[in-house]
């Protein structure tokens, strides 16, 4: 299984970007995937949940993003997204996918959870 994200970039203050986040089976198929969440860590400091949305599409963010940031899923794609606006210079951060997947590989069962590469995002002021 693995995570490949995309659309990090540099952005101005006040300004927007969009994240995704597309899930695969490398060898075999994803069966399903329950939650799926964005991640950030920045220079020194510890990796941070930003926002995670579940199968049937509940959101939760933490509390510096509300308002700015929108999580979204398309199940059909297997892929997350997340739409940042108003962004400002302390959500610079290396920014993370996470999903809890089931998949088939290789005809076996595998779960839990993983991780993408990470994007870099970088907002000057």
């Known amino acids: 299984v693995q995570l490949v994200e995309s659309g990090g970039g540099q952005a101005q203050y006040g300004g927007s970007l969009r994240l995704s986040c597309a899930a695969s089976?490398?060898?075999?198929?994803?069966?399903?995937?329950?939650?799926m969440a964005w991640y950030r860590q920045a220079p020194g400091k510890e990796r941070e949940l930003v926002a995670a949305?579940?199968?049937?599409?509940?959101?939760n963010y933490v509390d510096s993003v509300k308002g700015r940031f929108t999580i979204s899923r398309d199940s059909a794609k297997n892929t997350v997204y997340l739409q940042m606006d108003g962004l400002k210079p302390e959500d610079t951060a290396v920014y993370y996918c996470?999903?809890?997947?089931?998949?088939?590989?290789?005809?076996?069962?595998?779960?839990?959870?993983?991780w993408g590469q990470g994007t870099q995002v970088t907002v000057s002021s």
């Open positions: 089976a490398t060898g075999g198929n994803i069966v399903r995937i329950n939650s």
């Open positions: 949305v579940t199968s049937d599409g509940s959101t």
């Open positions: 996470n999903a809890d997947i089931l998949a088939l590989q290789y005809k076996e069962y595998e779960t839990g959870y993983y």
